[in-house]
């Protein structure tokens, strides 16, 4: 877990499966790699904060620092979505893909400092593993400092961000890459096969493992 982005107690935790719920017996049932995943559970009105909900990321603050954002070309995960979760918050009730990043703005030249977020769409299925969850095609992209016109009011396409953030100058570069949950809606559920470029990571029991995307 990234210790500065986790607010009230939640869980992110390399885990076993989980292998479905009952009835589901065809390979949706388990993880896509292995048998492990990212367990993440958060509640909702749980902190004395406001809003009162949890937040947790679950990343990598080393081996991305100082990658350009404009070389980010496949992004995704799976995920074990259940049918309570879209009953606490919706079908967009989701985890997130967030990378911290420097946005080298000529229009902001002492904003350092914000976070691309991926809201991906509904899960296509629930109480089972999800086929592949594409970043780059499908949900939307937003900025949470305001940089551009990306924001979570104005929901922007992958392609859209990127080329926001190309104003001409110095390129905007990555500080650190999550998968994350809240603050919003209460969300149990699990998350494997996050893809970065080239690179799935595979979360298991023993730690994260890095494959080669097929």
């Known amino acids: 877990m990234i210790t500065r982005s986790t607010i009230g107690s939640p869980v992110a935790d390399l885990r076993n499966g989980p292998f479905g719920s009952f009835g589901v017996t065809d390979s949706s049932a388990r993880p896509p790699y292995g048998r492990g995943s990212l367990g993440i559970e958060v509640a909702d009105a749980s902190t004395s904060l406001s809003p009162s909900s949890e937040k947790v990321d679950f990343g990598n603050e080393v081996d991305f620092f100082g990658r350009p954002v404009q070389g980010l070309r496949q992004v995704g995960f799976h995920v074990f979505q259940t049918g309570e979760n879209v009953t606490y918050g919706g079908t ?31 899960s296509p299925v629930t109480d089972r593993w999800s086929p592949f969850l594409d970043a780059t095609s499908t949900g939307y ?39 994350g949950k809240g603050r919003d809606h209460m969300w149990i559920g699990a998350v494997d096969g996050l893809r970065i470029n080239e690179n799935v990571y595979d979360f298991e029991v023993g730690g994260v493992r890095t494959r080669r995307a097929a």
């Open 92 to 122: 967009e009730n989701m985890p997130n893909i967030r990378f911290e990043i420097d946005p080298n703005l000529n229009s902001a030249p002492i904003d350092n400092y914000s976070t691309m977020v991926w809201v991906p769409a509904a």
């Open 141 to 179: 992209w937003y900025l949470t400092g305001n940089e551009t016109a990306c924001t979570q009011a104005a929901r922007c396409t992958f392609e859209q961000l990127k080329t926001s953030l190309d104003d001409g100058g110095a390129e905007a570069t990555i500080y650190t890459a999550a998968v």
